[in-house]
């Protein structure tokens, strides 16, 4: 295994890889527990489910300013230091959303969350690719991802809990708490990483990169292929929970079922499918799950009402197949650029991705009507939106070459 200098000390991979997990789990929680606290947050805040929708949008247009800032100033810091900063602001705002009183206050809340939350997933991801070798990377980025599936079993059930028991704010109380305990944790043994540094010597200007990023074609296509994945699922992710309440027969209390099934099966699928890639390629991996990916996308969005057994079944297929096609595509984006460019290259490819999930939301939307019993009407056209997205999408990863 691996071992990381820090300071005097040295620190394994593992130990790094577990502590980039339980940033990715807070982080990744604090985004996904919107959709199920949906219902909630209508009720609470008496808004529409455009409004909601604005709440989710608002976070993905903030974090993609956040990282085009970050694109210009991200590999000119040791790792430790951005972390620890954008980390510290994520904490704030995760404060803020716990102490919102009204609907533009809790905005306000996220977008702030999602001005510093939305980088930490590059500086994650930018940590994997300097610190983990190619060969075990797609194993490894499968470890990091698995923590989408950890905020699905443990973050989402425990919030929604507390969400019954008291309000909307109690999730984001939680969300506080095991925040500072994990920026703790990191400000005693995070490393300082600073190999990328060691490429140049000099900070780069930014104009600089901007046009070398322009004329770099595999690039191009890296963040075309990304913009389309964020569209292909998050058309349909924010509004998972409204369509199983309001259109399949749910109540609130079995959402929590739904995430605690669909999280646990992901896990294991997460940790499989990275080692698959390592074995077989990003690519052909990354084919094979976002084909099988569209046939339950499709499906959640047309179930009619039926038996809790019966939505448990096809959400865990959504959930495995969703969180499958990711992993070998976040590999895919750490190793299609040079290691001197790849915290750049990630900034911005966050910021597509930002870009890409409000987008997405926007059109699910315009898509999406409500009537007097606040079933949403239409949904299944979203899910032809979603699909279609995700078979442009591995067209275009045909094309992507790997770099490092």
């Not at 529409?48 to 976070?59: I, K, N």
């Not at 969350?113 to 610190?131: E, R």
Request: glycine share 8%.
């Amino acid at each position: 295994m691996q071992v990381i200098s820090k300071k005097n000390h040295n620190i394994s991979e593992g130990l790094l890889i577990a502590m980039l997990v339980a940033v990715n789990f807070t982080h990744i929680m604090d985004f996904v527990i919107m959709a199920p606290l949906s219902p909630f947050l209508k009720e609470s805040l008496s808004i529409s489910t455009e409004q909601f929708g604005s709440l989710v949008s608002v976070y993905t247009f903030a974090a993609a300013a956040g990282a085009i800032f970050a694109f210009f100033n991200i590999d000119n810091y040791d790792r430790r230091t951005a972390l620890l900063f954008l980390y510290s602001g994520f904490i704030i705002a995760n404060v803020l959303c716990a102490m919102a009183p009204q609907y533009k206050f809790f905005m306000l809340a996220r977008l702030v969350a999602g001005l510093f939350g939305g980088v930490l997933n590059v500086l994650i991801m930018t940590v994997v690719g300097d610190a983990v070798p190619l060969e075990r990377r797609g194993k490894a980025t499968g470890l990091v991802m698995s923590a989408f599936s950890g905020a699905s079993i443990i973050g989402i059930p425990c919030g929604l809990i507390l969400a019954e028991r008291f309000d909307y704010h109690a999730p984001f109380w939680l969300l506080s708490i095991l925040s500072l305990i994990v920026g703790i944790v990191l400000f005693v043994f995070f490393p300082s990483i600073k190999t990328h540094l060691e490429y140049t010597g000099v900070k780069t200007k930014p104009l600089e990169i901007v046009k070398e990023f322009l004329k770099n074609k595999n690039i191009i296509r890296a963040l075309i292929f990304i913009f389309l994945l964020m569209v292909g699922g998050f058309t349909v992710v924010p509004f998972i929970s409204d369509y199983l309440v309001y259109n399949v027969g749910l109540n609130t209390n079995e959402l929590k079922y739904v995430y605690l099934v669909g999280g646990g099966a992901t896990i294991a699928s997460s940790i499989l499918v990275g080692k698959l890639s390592d074995k077989y390629g990003k690519v052909k991996t990354f084919i094979v799950a976002a084909t099988i990916s569209m046939i339950p996308i499709f499906v959640v969005t047309i179930l009619p009402p039926m038996p809790l057994g019966y939505v448990l079944l096809f959400n865990m297929a959504f959930f495995i197949s969703f969180g499958a096609r990711f992993v070998p595509a976040m590999t895919l984006m750490t190793s299609c650029v040079q290691p001197q460019r790849r915290g750049n290259f990630l900034s911005i490819s966050s910021a597509i991705q930002s870009l890409g999930s409000g987008v997405a939301i926007t059109i699910a939307s315009f898509i999406i009507t409500n009537d007097a019993t606040k079933k949403l009407h239409h949904f299944g056209w979203v899910g032809v939106v979603a699909c279609v997205a995700t078979a442009i999408c591995i067209f275009v990863s045909l094309r992507i070459k790997e770099i490092s």
